[in-house]
């Protein structure tokens, strides 16, 4: 038997982890067996798990691929919040959308881990990791309105807990119902409309509310 080199091995994993993706994203977790996998990825039964103990441990690798483009995004508007925080606040949510909007990879990661991922019980060890991800783009959204709130952009008296839970059910929303519908939809046009009238809606707050 050939020994294979670390470059190789690691080749191959990457191959399975891309295949995986691809028949996860497209037909759902629970529809596709590591055997089909590793078939279609080219390579043994027995390489497949080599590499992956069982399909949970082959989601969990493959979720340490996600790189969700938030955390990016909030993290450049940072500095920008301290000018205009609702305006920082809609750079950083357009700027997230259009990445998701033209990353085939992240649409698909998004497909296999928040889209739906209720109906799929061996997504059930990831489930505290994946609601804090959610945790974690809320607060992003949550610290952009405190801001704007210290720059009284804001009524006090809004409750702002609610109102990133309100903009962070828009966002999903929005990309829930593009990737279900994607003929219909263009995610960027959809997002800058949609944007738009949020953050012009939290501006008129301001003025209209007691």
């Given amino acids: ?11 191959t ?3 399975l982890l891309n295949k995986a993706l691809e028949l996860f994203a497209a ?8 055997k089909r996998i590793a078939a279609e990825a080219g390579v043994t039964h027995g390489a497949m798990y080599w590499h992956f103990r069982n399909k949970r ?23 920008a919040v301290q000018q ?25 990661l998004y497909r296999v881990f928040h889209y739906g991922r209720g109906r799929s019980p061996e997504l059930a060890e990831l489930e505290p990791v994946l609601n804090q991800e959610l945790d974690s783009w809320r607060d992003f959204i949550h610290y952009f309105l405190k801001q704007a709130r210290k720059q009284k952009q804001l009524r006090k008296k809004l409750d702002l807990d609610l109102l990133s839970d309100s903009l962070l059910i828009a966002i999903i929303g929005a990309i829930d119902l593009w990737l279900t519908v994607p ?16 953050i012009q809606g939290l501006r008129v707050l301001k003025s ?3």
Avoid: I
């Avoid at 969700?68 to 940072?78: A, I, N």
């Avoid at 925080?85 to 698909?108: D, I, P, S, V, Y």
């Avoid at 263009?186 to 949609?194: G, I, N, S, W």
């Fill in 84 to 108: 205009d925080a609702l305006e920082a606040l809609e750079h950083f949510l357009r700027a997230a959308l259009a990445e998701f909007a033209g990353n085939k990879e992240l649409q698909c």
């Fill in 183 to 198: 003929e219909r939809f263009d995610l960027r046009k959809q997002a800058d409309y949609l944007l738009a009238t949020q």
């Fill in 27 to 34: 037909q759902g977790t629970e529809a596709v067996t590591m």
């Fill in 1 to 11: 038997m050939v020994r294979r080199s670390r470059e190789e091995a690691e080749a």
């Fill in 208 to 210: 209209s509310m007691v």
């Fill in 57 to 79: 441990d082959l989601l969990v690798q493959l979720h340490l691929r996600a790189e969700w483009p938030f955390e990016k995004h909030y993290l450049d508007q940072r500095q």
């Fill in 13 to 15: 994993r990457q191959g």
